[in-house]
């Protein structure tokens, strides 16, 4: 009797989730499709990275952001390997965005608007190559709309020095400290102005 009950309860179990998962199948479905859009990535150079990852978190599309170092010849290297001059990193800033929210061409409008593309290795009172200008491209088609975006930009008389911002090919981005991650953000700040 005992070893009856089991199995109709087993076989009623087993309809039960045969009811459940039909059910649910349609939903996750939706769930899975809809946890799968696309992104892309971007990476930016445009002095103290703080700032820059606080303007690029506020795109409507942007997914998320982080700070890092890039462009340069040592692996995992620290904010004071960085600061040291000697590893050829830039502070930057990797953006994963949505393109059906958010072109590359008007991420890269946002990064000529939050600095100075026209000052070698600076950005106000931070000297050095670590805080050069410059644009990481992922793709072909992003190193193409770059350029074609620095042109634009050169020719528009916007600025009346040259545009120095390097455009040339990602290469390993390692992300910076944690307590780097955000800085602004954390504090409260809505600028990076250091006097």
């Given amino acids: 009797m005992m070893n009856n009950t089991f199995a109709m309860l087993g076989i009623g179990l087993m309809a039960l989730g045969s009811v459940v998962c039909s059910a649910a199948e349609p939903v996750e479905a939706e769930t899975v499709k809809g946890d799968t859009m696309p992104t892309e990535k971007a990476i930016f150079a445009a002095g103290c990275f703080w700032g820059i990852e606080l303007k690029f978190s506020q795109v409507e599309g942007v997914v998320s952001t982080r700070v890092g170092y890039t462009g340069g010849s040592k692996d995992d290297p620290t904010y004071r390997d960085v600061c040291s001059k000697s590893t050829g990193h830039a502070e930057a800033v990797e953006v994963e965005f949505d393109p059906a929210q958010v072109s590359y061409d008007q991420l890269l409008d946002r990064f000529w608007a939050m600095h100075d593309p026209t000052t070698l290795n600076r950005q106000g009172p931070d000297v050095g190559d670590q805080y050069r200008s410059a644009v990481f491209c992922t793709s072909a088609a992003q190193r193409d709309a770059a350029l074609a975006s620095k042109a634009k930009l050169a020719e528009s008389g916007r600025f009346p020095l040259p545009v120095v911002t ?30």
């Fill in 166 to 195: 390097e455009i040339g090919p990602a290469s390993e981005f390692w992300p910076a400290e944690e307590y780097h991650q955000k800085y602004l953000e954390k504090r409260g700040r809505s600028a990076c102005n250091i006097n």
